[in-house]
């Protein structure tokens, strides 16, 4: 009766490591340039971060680390560049 649909996925595991996120918030911002782009992340919260995100909401206080597929990370690197804040070139000079 009903037609099962075929999705692609593209599964992968064991991720490369391609930085390192402040709190959820930054976290989400990473996650949803790459999700733009089609390249699939994950999280890997360090210590209490993952509890601290489902009791209180948000993680602002451990750090997030964010994996993609290894043939993803060149990819990733260019969508994900650091640049400094013009505060911090200003205190460079």
């Not at 991720?15 to 699939?40: H, Q």
């Not at 993609?68 to 990370?73: I, K, M, W, Y």
Request: net charge negative.
């Amino acid at each position: 009766m009903f037609e099962e649909k075929e999705i692609e996925k593209k599964e992968w595991r064991d991720g490369v490591y391609l930085c390192t996120a402040t709190g959820s918030t930054e976290a989400d911002i990473f996650e949803s340039k790459l999700r733009g782009e089609g390249i699939p992340s994950e999280r890997r919260h360090k210590g209490a971060g993952n509890f601290l995100e489902i009791f209180m909401g948000a993680n602002s206080l451990c750090p997030i680390d964010i994996y993609v597929p290894a043939a993803s990370l060149a990819d990733a690197r260019n969508i994900i560049i650091p640049f400094p804040l013009a505060e911090e070139e200003n205190e460079e000079l």
